[in-house]
């Protein structure tokens, strides 16, 4: 079946901490992965993203790695900032099904002074 | 400048009176997505059209329909709209995934409906 998310885990970091965001995806067919970040009232804006050929992928301050083999996905947050406060998404992508776009469970990320 | 363009942000309609948002893009992306998220939930697909190929979730309710006149545009049509319908909608697009390219997704900001 599809993962569709029905709660919100909270991870609580302090300000300057490393910040991991874990994600488990339903489809082993799944070709392409983004994690998304969503602030209060707004629509979700794209973070980083990863090839299902790749294990690793690193952008500014941001980490994402994928592991295949258990269907799992995470974001590492560099020295996390007030500003990284929001809910984050990993999304997957089957372009064999023209391109849908799922969105697994999010994490609320809290951010502690 | 915003790229994917929904209106209205926020919309009160009446229970069982059909109601229509709309969403626009500049992108000329030929894939365009609508999702319904409820509090603290992610963002569930209802449908997306593939150019003009329309692609239903299988458990996307009858009440719920979608149109695409044209590439730039793409409408939610809820016909009779419920109190479990209160939610907000989110309009996306992406471009052609054909040939294994990537396929992020652009959100509008969304329209915050409420059934009352």
């Known amino acids: 079946g599809e993962s569709v998310g029905l709660h919100l885990p909270t991870l609580s970091v302090q300000e300057g901490d490393n910040s991991i965001i874990n994600c488990a995806y339903s489809?082993?067919?799944?070709?392409?992965f983004i994690w998304y970040k969503q602030e209060s009232g707004k629509g979700p804006q794209f973070i980083i993203d990863?090839?299902?050929?790749?294990d690793k992928r690193q952008g500014q301050r941001v980490t994402v790695l994928l592991n295949k083999t258990v269907k799992h996905l995470s974001l590492q947050i560099a020295a996390t900032q007030p500003g990284d406060s929001a809910v984050y998404f990993c999304?997957?992508?089957?372009?064999?099904?023209?391109?849908?776009?799922?969105f697994g469970s999010g994490t609320r990320l809290s951010i502690r002074p | 400048d915003a790229m994917v363009i929904q209106n209205p942000r926020y919309q009160v309609t009446q229970f069982g009176k059909p109601v229509t948002l709309s969403c626009s893009q500049t992108?000329?992306?030929?894939?365009m997505y609508w999702y319904q998220q409820k509090s603290s939930q992610a963002p569930k697909l209802l449908f997306h059209?593939?150019?003009?190929?329309?692609?239903n979730e299988a458990d996307t309710p009858d009440n719920f329909q979608s149109r695409r006149p044209n590439t730039s545009f793409c409408f939610l049509d809820i016909r009779s709209p419920g109190l479990g319908d209160t939610a907000m909608y989110l309009c996306?697009?992406?471009?052609?995934?054909?040939?294994?390219?990537?396929?992020?997704?652009?959100f509008g900001q969304g329209t915050r409906l409420t059934v009352v």
């Open positions: 990863i090839r299902s050929n790749m």
């Open positions: 992108l000329n992306h030929n894939v």
């Open positions: 059209y593939y150019d003009k190929d329309f692609n």
């Open positions: 999304a997957e992508i089957l372009y064999s099904s023209a391109s849908k776009i799922i």
């Open positions: 996306a697009t992406s471009r052609d995934a054909g040939a294994g390219r990537d396929t992020e997704a652009f």
């Open positions: 489809n082993s067919a799944s070709d392409y």
